[in-house]
């Protein structure tokens, strides 16, 4: 993957927000949206994304890894696409496995802490959830 320059004041949108649209691609080719809560990592240039094993999403990017992040920024005119490749973790399985610990630290830096550990771990194996990074290739937008 090359390195691209990324216009800074897009960067920073995606970094002041935690909140997105994901848009991923459906079997028919058409676009499949979902609203998503995000972490961004600018250092690898990084969203990471709690998303369930057996949603429409995650199918989608089992079957084409191509995925863009929209989010809006502070009026209806300034917006920021994040185009990426996607990379689905493993399974939560169980409430002590490394994908639960991924999560918590998932949601410890996005919401901080949360009031049950135990009941967040168990949901999230409940759920089967996994850890969705997307690696962004493009960045483009208006800030203004």
Do not use: C
């Not at 927000?17 to 609203?35: A, E, F, M, Y």
């Not at 919401?111 to 850890?131: A, F, N």
């Amino acid at each position: 993957m090359s390195i691209v320059a990324f216009d800074q004041p897009l960067e920073a949108l995606l970094t002041s927000s935690h909140n997105g649209v994901l848009t991923t691609i459906k079997r028919d080719g058409r676009p499949q949206l979902s609203n998503v809560t995000y972490l961004y990592d600018p250092a690898p240039r990084t969203a990471i994304i709690s998303v369930t094993a057996d949603r429409a999403k995650t199918k989608n990017l089992q079957r084409d890894p191509r995925a863009s992040l929209y989010v809006p920024g502070a009026n209806f005119w300034s917006y920021g696409v994040a185009e990426a490749d996607s990379e689905l973790g493993p399974v939560a399985q169980a409430v002590d496995d490394e994908s639960v610990e991924s999560l918590v630290r998932y949601y410890r830096a996005v919401r901080g802490e949360h009031p049950d550990w135990d009941e967040y771990r168990q949901v999230m194996v409940t759920e089967r959830r996994v850890l969705l990074t997307l690696h962004i290739t493009r960045l483009y937008g208006l800030v203004n």
